[in-house]
Nanobody, 116 residues
Framework: QVQLVESGGGLVQPGGSLRLSCAASGSIFSIYAMDWYRQAPGKQRELVARIFSGDGSTNYADSVKGRFTISRDNAKNTVYLQMNSLKPEDTAVYYC?????????WGQGTQVTVSS
């Protein structure tokens, strides 16, 4: 079992920044990648960014490239999503997901609202 706890969401003005955190605990040895997904009202959940446990390589959705950065702190078992130059269309519930050798695990989600 893997437990994921997200934090850092909130209300921010367009052009602002937020940093989301996802702390993992439990059977973290089984995790080979960590993802951030988001789901806006009336839309499907979409992959925003991914970081691989082995070499730390990353992938991003085209819509966030150059604005968002995924990173990790292995000592804290925590993954971050630094979000800069936020736009109203970034408004969504953001979810952390652990890709493991067994089942995948999801966090509870954190709301990000970009509005003036």
């Amino acid at each position: 079992q893997v437990q994921l706890v997200e934090s850092g969401g909130g209300l921010v003005q367009p052009g602002g920044s937020l940093r989301l955190s996802c702390a993992a605990s439990g059977s973290i040895f089984s995790i080979y990648a960590m993802d951030w997904y988001r789901q806006a009202p009336g839309k499907q959940r979409e992959l925003v960014a991914r970081i691989f446990s082995g070499d730390g390589s990353t992938n991003y959705a085209d819509s966030v490239k150059g604005r968002f950065t995924i990173s990790r702190d292995n000592a804290k078992n925590t993954v971050y999503l630094q979000m800069n130059s936020l736009k109203p269309e970034d408004t969504a519930v953001y979810y952390c997901k652990a890709d493991s050798l067994g089942p995948d695990y999801w966090g509870q989600g954190t709301q990000v609202t970009v509005s003036s």
